[in-house]
């Protein structure tokens, strides 16, 4: 399956962004998917994921009440809606899939969300 992540970009602290990934090559209901962030000198961390029929959701503390994921199953896109961005939110985020009792094993490129104070 491949990934391609978009949507990112320079925004205030206390704005919104919306980060999108479009999801192709297999079934894509087939497969969970989650954001992980990056920032520099910090190991990757999960942000938020979904099942596979998008019923159910978590969230790492830090973007609790902030950010919802979520999923379309016709469109095969996922969404990350991020709101009261703050610059600790700062990143590069990454969209990653795993099928049916599997690991995150698929990728997308990543963007950039840097979020000034």
């Known amino acids: 399956v491949q990934l391609q992540a978009s949507g990112g970009g320079l925004v205030q602290a206390g704005d919104s962004l919306r980060l999108s990934c479009a999801v192709s090559?297999?079934?894509?209901?087939?497969?969970?998917v989650a954001w992980f962030r990056q920032a520099p000198g910090k190991e990757r961390e999960l942000v938020a994921r979904?099942?596979?029929?998008?019923?159910?959701?978590s969230y790492a503390d830090s973007v609790k009440g902030r950010f919802t994921i979520s999923r379309d199953n016709v469109q095969n896109t996922v969404t990350l809606q991020m709101n009261s961005l703050k610059p600790e939110d700062t990143a590069v985020y990454y969209c990653?899939?795993?099928?049916?009792?599997?690991?995150?094993?698929?990728w997308g490129q990543g963007t950039l969300v840097t979020v000034s104070s």
């Open positions: 979904i099942s596979r029929s998008g019923d159910s959701t």
């Open positions: 090559g297999r079934t894509f209901s087939d497969y969970r």
């Open positions: 990653a899939a795993a099928p049916y009792g599997g690991v995150y094993d698929s």
